[in-house]
């Protein structure tokens, strides 16, 4: 889940779209509803990750039974 990209030669330790999802359906008290579901149809519909990907995100932060019914409206 965490990418490794360098830039100007240093290694940089990113996370995956889809664990970045997760993360806004875990906080999403604080961000808001509409913000995670709006960053999980925008990685979704750009190809930026698989639905398998975003599930295995999912359960990882323990959002899997938040995030299923969205997952399934976009499937």
């Known amino acids: ?7 100007e030669g240093v290694a940089v330790r990113v996370y995956s779209p ?13 961000i808001g509803l509409d913000v995670a579901i709006e960053a999980l149809r925008d990685v979704f519909r750009g190809r930026r990750a698989t639905m398998d990907e975003l599930w295995a995100a999912a359960q990882v932060c323990r959002m899997g039974n938040v995030m299923r019914p969205y997952l399934e409206s976009l499937a």
């Open 18 to 30: 889809a664990k970045t999802v997760a993360d806004c359906f875990k906080h999403r008290s604080k």
């Open 1 to 7: 889940m965490i990418e490794q990209h360098r830039v």
